[in-house]
């Protein structure tokens, strides 16, 4: 396998261990608490709404059958994980599009203090903008999933079903939070798509390693402003000629 898709992987984990850097703090601070209160939120409410339905079907159930309940816990866990990565990644990521476009030039400041890089400045008009540019992101990745879904159903490709999900979430993170540094330069989405396939072992190093810490409990409410991070100092390096 490519030296690349390592070094993406290892971005990815850099972007977490600079999160206590001076200077990021208090940036990495707004997108943090507000995946705490999305997650958090989401997992209480969806917690009160399966005791209320675990509690329903007891009702239904003949006491020799009671024990079926217990079955719905493992759908109920899966279920919470798909809504929970899904819905609340893309409602979290848009909330705090904005500040994650400071984060983003703040990393390019600390790695570039003369100030050469494009992401040195920012207009309140971009940074006005930044949700719906994260609402179009969301609608690319909307009608892209049609493939894998669809691919899910044709028999014998089904199999593979799961890799096909794990690649395309990959390549999804990776163009997410590669957005934040490249768009701050000035590199517009469609651009964006093709450098990210133009290196994409590098992007699906980096998406891959992105996607397996959002599964770790705990430690997926520091992935998004760490991939952030991870990302900006993946493309600082990859994209030497627009520094």
């Given at each position: 396998?490519?030296?690349?898709?390592?070094?993406?992987?290892?971005?990815?984990?850099?972007?977490?261990?600079?999160?206590?850097?001076?200077g990021?703090?208090?940036v990495?601070?707004?997108?943090?608490?507000?995946?705490?209160?999305?997650f958090?939120?989401?997992?209480?409410?969806?917690?009160?709404?399966?005791?209320?339905?675990?509690?329903?079907?007891?009702?239904?159930?003949?006491?020799w059958?009671?024990?079926?309940?217990?079955?719905?816990?493992?759908?109920?866990?899966?279920?919470?994980?798909?809504?929970?990565?899904?819905?609340?990644?893309?409602?979290?990521?848009?909330?705090?599009?904005?500040?994650?476009?400071?984060?983003?030039?703040?990393?390019?400041?600390?790695?570039?203090?003369?100030?050469?890089?494009?992401?040195?400045?920012?207009?309140?008009?971009?940074?006005?903008?930044?949700?719906?540019?994260?609402?179009?992101?969301?609608?690319?990745?909307?009608?892209?999933?049609?493939?894998?879904?669809?691919?899910?159903?044709?028999?014998?490709?089904?199999?593979?079903?799961?890799?096909?999900?794990?690649?395309?979430?990959?390549?999804?993170l990776?163009?997410?939070?590669?957005?934040?540094?490249?768009?701050?330069?000035?590199?517009?989405?469609?651009?964006?798509?093709?450098?990210?396939?133009?290196?994409?072992?590098?992007?699906?190093?980096?998406?891959?390693?992105?996607?397996?810490?959002?599964?770790?409990?705990?430690?997926?409410?520091?992935?998004?402003?760490?991939?952030?991070?991870?990302?900006?100092?993946?493309?600082?390096?990859?994209?030497?000629?627009s520094?």
């Amino acid at each position: 396998m490519s030296n690349s898709f390592f070094q993406g992987a290892g971005y990815a984990v850099t972007g977490l261990r600079w999160l206590p850097k001076a200077g990021l703090r208090s940036v990495v601070l707004i997108p943090l608490l507000i995946n705490i209160l999305l997650f958090g939120g989401g997992i209480w409410w969806s917690t009160g709404q399966f005791e209320r339905l675990d509690q329903t079907v007891q009702g239904w159930l003949p006491t020799w059958l009671a024990w079926l309940h217990w079955l719905l816990w493992p759908l109920f866990i899966l279920t919470v994980l798909l809504v929970i990565f899904y819905t609340f990644s893309l409602i979290a990521n848009l909330i705090a599009s904005p500040f994650n476009s400071i984060l983003a030039g703040r990393v390019e400041r600390m790695l570039d203090p003369a100030g050469r890089t494009a992401s040195s400045e920012f207009s309140w008009r971009e940074l006005l903008l930044a949700p719906l540019t994260e609402l179009g992101k969301a609608l690319y990745f909307a009608a892209w999933a049609l493939v894998p879904l669809l691919l899910s159903f044709v028999p014998v490709i089904n199999v593979a079903a799961p890799l096909i999900w794990a690649v395309f979430t990959a390549w999804m993170l990776a163009l997410e939070y590669a957005d934040y540094p490249l768009g701050n330069r000035g590199v517009n989405f469609r651009a964006q798509r093709r450098l990210l396939r133009q290196k994409w072992p590098l992007t699906l190093g980096f998406g891959g390693m992105t996607l397996l810490l959002t599964l770790i409990p705990g430690l997926n409410l520091l992935v998004m402003p760490a991939a952030v991070i991870g990302a900006t100092l993946m493309w600082h390096r990859e994209l030497p000629a627009s520094r």
